[in-house]
């Protein structure tokens, strides 16, 4: 099969239903190579005659793509079989299993059908209330400013915070509040799980766009470690992608700190084996750099 698709001009006419169930159709067969009438049915609660229709007018669209088995009882893809409608992506197929296994979605809202064996380490759920979550989205909206009674690392007790949201920021672990904080009169990120209560709001004046560390842009270069064998660097080059022995990551300033984390770039190269510490950071004066001339601050 060729991952190529090739849109036909009939689908443009199409409505928004009928390119969704399309898309079904299509990657049940590029993924599980096959595809039943009640598989729709059971999806968009459609009728029988109304799969028949989806599945014949998906032909229109992709000649050759299927035929149906008797034995089976079901439409299967035919070696012909080439994309439509669609991009597959291996990255959107494993995201499906991993919203499954966080709960994120149900069964019914996937398009897998037959699922492979799996395992997905377990994660740490860090608290998130949709009381908090609500009042802050709509003040990032409505341009507000919001009093929050914060639980910060570095007060033994709660406090009163006026904040000024401009967006949401996810470190990999926990969901922030980007925010201008006026009491310490910076710009920084407010764990939303930490935030206790909100209270009053008014209008805010705070423009984004004065946060230098989320408008500035950085490339983290990263590369194996140096001490790693030649078939190790070759290794960890195909895990990530390298190309001449690097990559590089583009994301917000603010990012960084977070990114850093996350991969163990933080911690020096003599603390950890270089199997624990497989990749490093290139440019790191760079981002020094960069960082000082912005006096980024981490979340507190």
């Known amino acids: 099969m060729t991952d190529t698709p090739q849109p036909g001009p009939p689908l443009a006419t199409r409505t928004w239903s009928q390119r969704q169930r399309y898309a079904f159709i299509e990657n049940r067969l590029y993924w599980e190579e096959e595809l039943t009438r009640n598989d729709l049915m059971s999806r968009f609660g459609i009728s029988a005659p109304q799969a028949s229709d989806d599945i014949a007018k998906y032909l229109e669209l992709a000649p050759g793509n299927l035929e149906y088995d008797r034995v089976k009882k ?3 893809a035919t ?10 992506d291996a990255r959107q197929y494993l995201t499906q299993l991993l919203l499954l296994a966080d709960d994120a979605i149900d069964s019914s809202e996937s398009w897998l059908g037959h699922m492979p064996t799996h395992a997905v380490m377990p994660r740490v759920r860090r608290r998130l209330d949709n009381g908090t979550l609500r009042p802050v989205v709509s003040a990032i909206r409505k341009r507000r400013a919001i009093e ?3 639980q910060s690392m570095s007060t033994p007790e709660p406090i009163l915070r006026w904040i000024a949201p401009h967006a949401l920021v996810y470190d990999g672990a926990r969901w922030h509040a980007r925010s201008w904080c006026f009491n310490r009169s910076t710009f920084t990120d407010f764990v939303l799980a930490r935030i206790l209560s909100i209270g009053n709001h008014r209008p805010s004046t705070i423009d984004p766009a004065v946060d230098r560390e989320w408008q500035e842009m950085f490339t983290m270069r990263l590369a194996p470690h140096p001490d790693l064998s030649d078939s190790q660097r070759q290794a960890i080059e195909m895990d990530y992608g390298m190309e001449d022995g690097s990559i590089g990551i583009s994301m917000r300033l603010c990012m960084t700190w977070y990114f850093e984390r996350h991969y163990g770039l933080d911690i020096s190269t003599d603390l950890l084996p270089p ?15 960069l960082r000082a001339s912005c006096k980024g601050k981490e979340a507190f």
């Open 148 to 150: 929050i009674r914060y």
């Open 74 to 76: 079901a439409f299967v």
């Open 275 to 289: 199997s624990r510490r497989q990749i490093i950071l290139q440019n790191r004066a760079e981002l020094d750099a």
């Open 79 to 88: 070696p012909r079989f080439v994309p439509k409608v669609t991009v597959p």
